[in-house]
């Protein structure tokens, strides 16, 4: 057996053996454990007290900092006045208010929006949506979903399946049949290239390829994050994601996007789709909406496709079976209105447009660092991407972990260190986040 695989001794008398932590190094973790005590701005505090900048904004999700009074304020409200009420059959208040928010903040014809606990399920949601929607219509034979290398859509079964990271595929066997993935778009000729890549955009002709193969009429859906984020900050090249789109309206796909990390600000406008000028006809959303404060997520439908949904049910029937327990949460709600409050007084993403520039400067600068072989990056989100030390993904784990030793959470996706700062960080508190991982690889 080699040492790699050789199980640790049981730490019997460890009180942290009983949580089995997500997409975490359980035996390491017990080992070394980084617990995060509290936080505030864009600083966590550890166990003993000590400070920590928030270099990934949670998870991509606390875009306006820990412990915004407001949140907490709108939140607190809603528990006193109402805290849950059966989201099958009757509605809260709170959830049609901010439908109806979204519904003005989203592209145009992107306006029923229909609520989910997290992005795994939002996603869920959008295939589901896309199968009943051709069945209706008399094409039930589009089942085929086409997602693409390196993407990520959750751990849901419908979204491993068109996502594509093997770690989070090959443990669990087949998954969703019918399912085809276009290839990745970080390319050679785009390396070191920050925003979109200056070549690429033919690799959505992916799609029409699976369309010659398989016949448009079995696909149902393209879903892509407009960024790709989880595997490191994968630009779409320059016309990429237009053609995409071509294809799919050409072919009667419909095309879902992704934006759960890049919805809400993250690209300095609303919506990724926003950024690069392209509609998809669904989009999932989670994480920023509510600032990371209660779990919740959404699915953003063009009109047309709820209303085909709806007119094919009989009278006084449920038009769509889906959901969950926890859909349209009226204390997710409540934080999701407060969230984008914020986001509107204080025209945060002009903010994100006025740090991304320095952020992305700093980011490109470590091109001819020793080791470094790749910087991405778009809006708020950056990677620098080094030469693995071994096993893939171990070097840039081991400067995750020195990270928490000098000051800095950060997102390591593989060998690429993930920045993705909160958009309430001053360019000073950006800036000390790029040297401590300058510092890291020098070091690694
Ligand atoms: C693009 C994308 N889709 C879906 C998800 C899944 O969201 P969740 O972890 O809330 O289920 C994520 C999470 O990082 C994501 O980045």
Known sequence: MS???????????NPLVHQWMPFTANRQFLEQPRLIARAEGVYYYNTRGEKLLDGSSGLYCIPLGHGRREIREAVTRQMEELDYAPPFQYGVPAAFRLAEEMAQMLPAGLNRIMFAGGGSEAVETALKVA???????????????????????????????????????????????????MRHTRIQENLFEMGEGTYGADLA???????????????????????????????????????????????????????????FGRTGEAFAADTFGVVPDLMTMAKALTNGVIPMAAVAVREDIQQ???????????????????????????????????????DIFAQVRTLTPAFLEQIGAFRGVPGVVDTRGFG??????????????ARGFSILRKAFESGLVLRAAGDSIVLAPPFVATPDEI??????????????
């Open 431 to 444: 800036s000390q986040m790029v040297e401590i991982v300058r510092k890291l690889i020098k070091e690694s």
């Open 131 to 181: 199968l009943q929607y051709h069945r209706v219509r008399g094409k039930g034979a589009r089942q085929r979903f086409i997602g693409r290398e390196r993407g990520y859509h959750g751990v849901n079964f419908g979204g491993w399946s068109v996502g594509g990271m093997v770690n989070n595929r090959k443990a669990f066997g087949v998954g969703l049949p019918g399912v085809a993935h």
């Open 205 to 263: 002709d992916d799609l029409e390829r699976f369309v010659n193969l398989h016949g448009a009429d079995t696909i149902a859906a393209c879903i892509v994050e407009p960024i790709a984020g989880s595997t490191g900050i994968l630009v779409p090249p320059h016309g990429y994601l237009k053609r995409l789109r071509e294809i799919c309206t050409k072919h009667g796909i419909l095309l879902i996007f992704d934006e759960v990390i890049t919805g």
């Open 3 to 13: 040492a790699a695989a050789r199980p640790s001794p049981p730490p019997s008398n």
């Open 380 to 393: 708020l989100l950056g990677a620098i991407e080094i030469e693995p030390h071994g096993k893939p993904g």
């Open 308 to 346: 085909t949904i709806l007119d094919a049910a009989p009278e006084d029937n449920v038009e769509f079976y889906h959901g969950y327990t926890y859909s349209a949460h009226p204390v997710a709600c409540a934080a999701a209105l407060a969230t984008l409050k914020i986001f509107r007084d204080e």
